[in-house]
């Protein structure tokens, strides 16, 4: 079965004196999509612009990421990551820590690929640990082996044993044609990543692949085809998910966050116009245990599903 997505800490539980201090409440919270990273107990992933009042006057203090964790005497903490002017494995302290290959791993792939003997960030402690390169503190984000369990499912597919070694010795699994809630598929690589404390996902193909049935109702290859390419075919005998009711109408999916359009959001849907392309390679990182399936919404008159 797929894990759900937990919470470490309530949201009263925050350190709410310290986060005030540095210039920071909830709404900023919300609105950079930090709250529920630190409610997961992860490092944020937006730098934000924090600053103290000292003798009375306010005072800039950079930039940072935070993450909260829980103390000795069960009271949540906070840990403030400044952002660093250059990478963490370039400064004079890290000399011979990385080899020029393992930066450039860090600096490409975010992730070490593998397990070296350093500093806990969050104890200090030093063991075995899963590194990685945490981009918004250009720092060096490490975890003890011991500090996760390697799943047997990862969006519903289960994995081998080989899989799961290669996962906990830090490596990468690669899991395709992962089949989503709105009949789309998802292929990627799972890894642990210790800025999220848990198994990453990265999507490696961006092109729109569609499962062989919509709704329940089977397609033909030509018909995939063009679903695949955001055109628009008719389908019979789909199944409503709310009423079970069969019911047949034109489909197609939006193009640019593929989500499922029914009937009339089908045929008045108007394609968004792509913005220009970067030369770098964009990918999507999500957690991989926590799958969020959207929820299908019906309209009047037309059914769209995300």
């Known amino acids: 079965a797929k894990l759900t997505r937990q ?6 539980q925050l350190p709410w004196k310290d986060l005030n201090a540095l210039g920071l409440d909830k ?4 609105n950079n999509h930090c709250m529920g990273e630190l409610l997961k ?14 003798n009375g006057e306010k005072k800039d203090l950079g930039e940072a990421c935070f993450m909260c964790v829980k103390g000795a005497d069960g009271k949540v903490e906070l840990k403030t990551l400044t952002r660093l002017d250059k990478p963490q494995y370039d400064l004079p302290v890290y000399k011979g820590v990385f080899t020029d290959e393992e ?18 960030t969050l104890t200090g402690n030093v063991c075995k640990c899963y590194v990685s390169f945490h981009e918004s503190t250009n720092r060096i984000i490490t975890m003890p082996v011991d500090a996760i369990k390697i799943p047997d499912y990862i969006y519903g597919k ?6 799961k070694q290669i996962l906990a010795s830090g ?7 992962i089949q989503r809630k709105n009949d789309t598929m998802l292929s990627g690589v799972a890894y642990v990543d210790p800025t999220i404390r848990d198994i990453a996902f990265k999507q490696s193909d961006k092109q ?6 919509i709704l329940g109702a089977k397609i033909t290859p030509e018909q995939k085809k063009i679903l695949e390419n955001h055109g628009m075919v008719f389908i019979e005998n789909m199944r409503n998910p709310k009423t079970r009711q069969l019911f047949s109408d034109d489909v197609r ?17 108007k394609p968004a116009v792509a913005p220009p392309k970067n030369d770098r390679k964009q990918e999507t990182k999500q957690t991989a245990r926590h799958v969020v399936s959207p929820r299908p919404q019906a309209r009047k008159n037309s059914l769209s599903f995300s």
């Open 171 to 177: 490596g990468e699994v690669p899991i395709n044609d």
């Open 253 to 269: 999916f939006s193009n640019k966050s593929n989500n499922l359009l029914i009937g009339r959001n089908a045929r008045e849907y």
């Open 103 to 120: 930066k450039d791993k860090l600096a490409e792939t975010g992730t070490l690929g593998g397990i070296k003997e350093m500093k806990d």
């Open 27 to 30: 709404e900023t919270l919300f």
């Open 158 to 163: 289960r994995l081998d044993d080989k899989q």
């Open 41 to 54: 107990g992860r490092i944020t992933s937006t730098a934000l612009p924090i600053s103290k009042e000292i």
């Open 208 to 213: 729109l692949k569609v499962s062989d049935t």
């Open 7 to 12: 919470y470490k800490f309530d949201e009263h």
